[in-house]
Structure formats: C-alpha cells, structure tokens
C-alpha cells in the first residue's frame, strides 16, 4: 500500500523558516517523480517543487532561491523553506507519479497536505 505523511507545517513570521517533511511507503523513488505542491484558499493547485526519478530538481519561478526539495535514503522527502512570504501561505501537499511533471493531476499518490501560514 502507497502511503504519504506530510508534516511541518505551521505559523510562521514572514521571512521565517519552515521544512516540511514527507514520510513515505509502499513505492520506490527510483520510479517515481516525488514533489511538493500548493494549494491556496480560492486558488488552483500549483507545483511547488519536484525531483524526477533521474534526480533531476524543478522549482516554480515564485520560489526558487528560496526554497530546496531534498530526499534522503529513508524514502522521506522535504521541502526547507526560507525567506517566507505572505503568498506562501496555503496547504502544502507531497505528491509521487509514474509520469512526473508540473500538471498535478499526473500525480497518483497524495499525502494529506499540512498547512503553513505565513503573517505578515
């Protein structure tokens, strides 16, 4: 059985720091693309950051130089976030797939999102 567990989130100052962590099971990330994404009240889901099964990192625009996505041999997957801004503010969701990609709905196992809030 395929199992994610996100957790880290939290309430946090702007500018802040937070990491986010994905416990996982059931799957192996030598085939998987394994990322990060976003969904904000009222908004669409959005990719936040993946690593693709040949090791290869995407980050979106919004967050690059701020964010890093990491994976260490526990098949645990994490997302440190630094210099927080309001607009990061949202349920945050790991995510694996077969296929990979930005388009979340090519993703086929989801974690429960954990929320991080950021005040201004």
């Known amino acids: 059985e395929v199992q994610l567990q996100a957790s880290g989130g939290g309430l946090v100052q702007a500018g802040g720091s937070l990491t986010l962590s994905c416990a996982t099971s059931?799957?192996?990330?030598?085939?998987?693309?394994i990322g990060w994404f976003r969904q904000a009240p009222g908004k669409e889901r959005e990719l936040v950051s993946y690593?693709?099964?040949?090791?290869?990192i995407v980050y979106a625009d919004s967050v690059k130089g701020r964010f890093t996505i990491s994976s260490d041999n526990a098949n645990t997957l994490y997302l440190r976030m630094n210099s927080l801004k309001p607009e990061d503010t949202a349920v945050y969701y790991c995510?694996?797939?077969?296929?990979?990609?930005?388009?979340?709905?090519?993703?086929?196992?989801w974690g429960q999102g954990t929320l991080v809030t950021v005040s201004s």
């Open positions: 995510a694996a797939s077969l296929s990979g990609g930005s388009i979340w709905e090519a993703y086929d196992y």
């Open positions: 059931g799957f192996s990330f030598d085939d998987h693309t």
């Open positions: 690593i693709s099964n040949y090791g290869s």
